[in-house]
């Protein structure tokens, strides 16, 4: 089945009793039972929804996998994996990463007694460097947030299979549209499917897509036990989300392209992040393990002040200064005081992140009408 038609059917079932061609939003805490242990496979919400399961379903699909779990956010997705672990572990991860994981790791789990080594991900030498005996999981971004650099997903997949390792893969910023990390052999897939899965900007919920059985059940317990589990509305909103999804990322590709074109050209415009350029240091592998470039990039003005960085953005109209990324509206984002202010400054300017730096998600407006109010914001 080809991937347009993946998004507009997966998980759709006509509904049962009626017939409705859109899952319902089966609003219930709890089910009947026809006797104590006989039930129609549902017990209580927090375990099972029938809205849930045909989102899990479609999860499952859409990124090639066998198993789907819908978490409340991101972040419950990536504390549930890092929940297989156990004090004494240690993960790889990428030094460029979201500010929301960064704290998770370093503020939650860490003083829980799991080690976090963050390494250049981009560099498979340095990955195998890091693994030590206490290694049980390596954690990667690609393209990372904020700074694009691209992780080559393959060479992480034989790297954990050889030192008998799980790898997982925030996909967030490709989508399943652009990269599929179970078909290059990563283990786990995370989304944030706040973003480009609900792709409206009307939702917060995550999601972890799996082959493996085991691991799959071992995940679900985590998600039943410690119940971060999404509401049926949510669920309702990123299974409506999904069926646009493939038309959506075009769109944010070819805008994306347009900008980032565009920018490079401008002459107050010092450097853009974005993996489409022939001479990214990750185009290859990114060409290699991805359908496009996507719709986010960074980029940093000649004139290097925080100053400078806050006029633009506070002068754009279309773009709008917020948080998030993915959905259909364009935004922009400072993410040294928003989405990374939760790294440490010294973290950030070694890692490349500099306190001048600006982050676009380009959404499906006209691209002309963006370029001009980038144009107009920057002088």
Known sequence: ?????????????????????????????TYVQEA????????????????RKALEEAL???ENGRFGLAFSSGVAATDAVIKLLNSGDEVICGKDMYGGTYRLFTQVFARLGIGFRFTDTTNPQAVRAAITEKTKLIWIETPTNPLMSITDISAMADIAKEKKLWL???????SPALQNPLDLGADIV????????????????????MNDEALRDKLYFIQKSCGAVPGPMDCFLVLRGIKTLGLRM????????????????HPKVAKVYWPGFEDHPGHAVA?????DFGGMLSFELKNDSVEEARRVLCATKLFALAESLGGVESLINHPASMTHASIPREERLKNGLSDSLIRLSIGIEDAEDLIEDLRQAIG
């Open 1 to 29: 089945m080809k991937s347009a038609t993946k998004y507009v059917h997966a998980g759709a079932h006509p509904d049962p009793a009626t017939g409705a061609i859109m899952t319902p939003v089966y609003q219930t805490s």
């Open 36 to 51: 104590p242990g006989v039930n129609k496979g549902f017990e209580y919400a927090r375990s099972q929804n029938p809205t």
């Open 60 to 62: 499952a699909v859409i």
């Open 168 to 174: 997982a893969v925030d996909n967030t910023f490709a």
């Open 190 to 209: 995370m989304h944030s499917s706040t973003k480009y899965l609900g792709g409206h900007s009307d939702v917060i919920q995550g999601a972890l897509v």
């Open 250 to 265: 075009k769109a944010h590709c070819e805008n994306g392209k347009a900008i980032a074109e565009w920018l490079r050209r």
């Open 287 to 291: 060409k290699k393990q991805m359908k």
